[in-house]
């Protein structure tokens, strides 16, 4: 499902790699954890993934599509098939919950009444139906991570990111959001979690990949 | 996405975008709208005088004055001699007492100023229309001809006037060119920064836009869209300003001449300016808002 060969990133103006020689596979519906201290690599690795950075070098392979050689006009498209979760949430004050969530079926072009059906099925299932008119910082931390996850998924992508999606919530939210995560895994999609959080890695048992000074250290494949 | 849907989509959110920074556009749109309005008075201005001059060039007669001192029969005689002359087409002779009639007719309620005037003040004429395809070359020719006819003291006609009038209406349309360009390029940097800075606003959000799928064009519209309703408003505005103002112009003159002045200044905003000014508005607009946030989606 995921592939990466060789793959590099150095950024521009730093005398380091933030990744180098990167070589690791993730098969379809897998459930791994991204691991490492701060400044390993892990947040790169998800950029690349989706787009937001390109590798110095090497390949990278989403099914059957080379990410490392799209074209601006194709990053849409590969960002429509990836459901991203981020520690700071990254939500739009000025929309609702349910506006939140609709943003990525609208920038798609989807009917309006399709639109409310999804939202309000995935609203529902991250158990945040009753509040989708309410402003997303009216919310608690755990209840805006739900709805990023909740933004994530409703378009029912084949893989989810999600970086450090627990880095801002306290021990009781954070396992109600990676509870959350297996369940969407037990669902078929693979999912990729960056984390630094050993407690949460021993508790779910998967797959580890172990990052440091951007290279992989264990569990590449 | 399909068309409907997405043009609703765009609009929507543009003016969604427009009423949030209203402030912002508010001042964007009075900036555009009074700096169209230059070029639109320059355009009136120039549209009037440009009557003016075809008012002129149409004009083929000349007036030549006769000497106080030339007879009756030496008027005729006159008469008789410029209706010989090469290229003319017709001659009235206007006595002295015609001349003062006609004078008198002109002056309507104050004809009696003529009264206490003498005899000699108004001259006897000779009106010689020239063949209506005269070029100005051979106006010029005929009026030095009758010039140079014994007892005529001084010949008139309208090549001067138009010539100082075409240097003058060139001289405009070359400031109304100069002004157009300054305000085109100030009307680009003014909506273009108006949209940046609505844009700097909206960054977050553009970006987390982008991170669900948004195509360049999905984010890029709207604010396109933002740029072309301002110059579009604005334009409609500047028109309404400029007929305003000429109407109160066009209101004074009358007053004042009583109409004496009419057909030459009559001239409104004609329909082909006022169109430019809309459309001009328009695409300045979407220039600056395609400016503004298409260089900011680069690095994104």
Known sequence: MIQLFHVAKTYRGADDYALADVNLNVDKGEFVFLTGPSGAGKTTLLKLLFAAERPSSGQILIGNRNIARLSRRQIPELRRSIGVVFQDFKLIESLTVFENVALTLDVRGERRRTTRTRVEQVLKRVGLLHKKHAAPMHLSGGEQQRIAIARALVAEPSILLADEPTGNLDPERSLDIMNMLNDVNARGTTVLVATHDPTMIERYRKRVIALEAGRVVRGGS | ?300
């Open chain 2, 1 to 300: 996405m399909r068309g409907g849907r997405f043009l609703a989509s765009v609009l929507g959110r543009a003016l969604r975008n427009m009423w949030e920074q209203r402030r912002l556009h508010l001042l964007a749109l009075s900036v555009m709208a009074l700096s169209l309005s230059v070029v639109g008075a320059f355009a009136v201005v120039a549209s009037n005088l440009a009557r003016v001059r075809t008012a002129l060039g149409a004009e083929r007669v000349i007036t030549a004055f006769v000497g106080a001192g030339v007879d009756a029969a030496g008027q005729q005689r006159l008469r008789d001699e410029a209706a010989a002359l090469p290229g003319v087409a017709r001659v009235e002779l206007m006595t002295v007492e015609q001349a003062r009639e006609r004078f008198r007719e002109a002056l309507g309620p104050h004809g009696a100023i003529l009264d206490g005037l003498g005899g000699d003040v108004i001259p006897a004429a000779l009106v010689v229309a020239a063949h209506a395809d005269a070029t100005p070359d051979q106006m010029s020719a005929l009026a030095r001809q009758l010039g140079a006819l014994v007892g005529v003291e001084e010949v008139a006609y309208a090549a001067e006037e138009l010539k100082r009038l075409t240097t003058l209406i060139r001289a405009i349309e070359l400031a109304a060119l100069a002004v157009g360009i300054l305000i085109a390029l100030v009307t680009v940097i003014v909506v273009s920064n108006t949209i940046r800075l609505t844009v700097l606003a909206r960054q977050d959000e553009i970006a987390i836009m982008k991170l669900v799928g948004a195509t360049d064009s999905f984010v890029q519209l709207p604010f396109v869209v933002e740029g072309l309703l301002e110059g579009l408003v604005a334009g409609l505005i500047a028109i309404a300003i400029v007929w305003s103002l000429n109407a109160v112009v066009l209101g004074a003159i009358g007053a004042v001449a009583a109409g004496a002045l009419d057909p030459i200044f009559v001239v409104q905003l004609s329909p082909t300016h006022a169109s430019l000014l809309v459309g001009g508005g328009s695409l300045l607009g979407l220039v600056g808002g395609m400016v503004s946030v298409g260089r900011f989606l680069k690095v994104l």
